[in-house]
């Protein structure tokens, strides 16, 4: 298993900037796909972006398309998700998954660890 532990979130005015990081108990490159998250209260977990074991894969839900950047530290066995032109509607409470499979999976049910979340609030 793996351990994870989000941080870097915070508050921000609408189009700033914040840097997540997803700190893994072990290399993820080579072992593990990484995705980001996030959940507002009352409402599904939504896949935000990934990066599939071996950087075969990545992917973005399209509301964060050419804002947002998912990237390894290999070196920090690290997961960053840059964020940029935040909106207010990018508020949430943004985990980190892990899975073995080497396929880039979009469902939240298919992750078998989780970290603790970091909450990004984006004030208008």
């Known amino acids: 298993q793996v351990q994870l532990v989000e941080s870097g979130g915070g508050l921000v005015q609408a189009g700033g900037s914040l840097r997540l990081a997803c700190a893994a108990s072990?290399?993820?490159?080579?072992?593990?796909?990484v995705s980001w998250f996030r959940q507002n209260p009352n409402k599904e977990r939504e896949f935000v972006a990934g990066?599939?074991?071996?950087?075969?894969?990545?992917n973005y839900t399209n509301s964060v398309k050419g804002r947002f950047t998912i990237s390894r530290d290999n070196g920090k066995n690290t997961v960053y998700l840059q964020m940029s032109s935040l909106k207010p509607e990018d508020t949430a409470v943004y985990y980190c998954?892990?899975?073995?499979?080497?396929?880039?999976?979009?469902?939240?049910?298919?992750?078998?660890?989780w970290g603790q979340g970091t909450q990004v609030t984006v004030s208008s």
């Open positions: 998954a892990a899975r073995r499979s080497t396929v880039l999976a979009v469902s939240s049910d298919l992750y078998d660890y």
């Open positions: 072990e290399r993820t490159d080579i072992r593990w796909t």
């Open positions: 990066i599939s074991r071996y950087d075969i894969q990545v």
